[in-house]
């Protein structure tokens, strides 16, 4: 089972930006695709953005269309994303994990990180 530390997190105002990054263990990083979820206090955790195991193809939820970019780096085991234009309703946990694409959205293995705390807060 691969192991996930997310890191990145933390406090900025509105509008502002942050870069998460995951960290993978194992040498089958690069053979699966990979996604963020995120999980407000009081809802479900909810898919924000996936990218296939080339990174050449990715996939986002619409709220976040044309703010936020995912990115990897297989040679590093590590993936990314970027949020520009960060908004109040966005606070939560952000997670990364690993999965299998279905449609436009990832459907996780089951390995989940401890997650980093986003919060959007002036």
């Known amino acids: 089972q691969v192991q996930l530390v997310e890191s990145g997190g933390g406090l900025v105002q509105p509008g502002g930006s942050l870069r998460l990054s995951c960290a993978a263990s194992?040498?089958?990083?690069?053979?699966?695709?990979m996604g963020w979820f995120r999980q407000a206090p009081g809802k479900e955790r909810e898919f924000v953005a996936a990218?296939?195991?080339?990174?050449?193809?990715?996939y986002y939820a619409d709220s976040v269309k044309g703010r936020f970019t995912i990115s990897r780096d297989n040679a590093e085991n590590t993936v990314y994303l970027q949020m520009n234009s960060l908004k109040p309703e966005e606070t939560a946990v952000y997670y990364c994990?690993?999965?299998?694409?279905?449609?436009?959205?990832?459907?996780?293995?089951?390995?989940w990180g401890q997650g980093t705390q986003v919060t959007v807060s002036s």
């Open positions: 194992g040498r089958t990083f690069s053979t699966y695709a």
């Open positions: 994990t690993n999965g299998y694409l279905s449609g436009a959205t990832l459907k996780p293995f089951g390995s």
């Open positions: 990218i296939n195991w080339s990174g050449r193809n990715t």
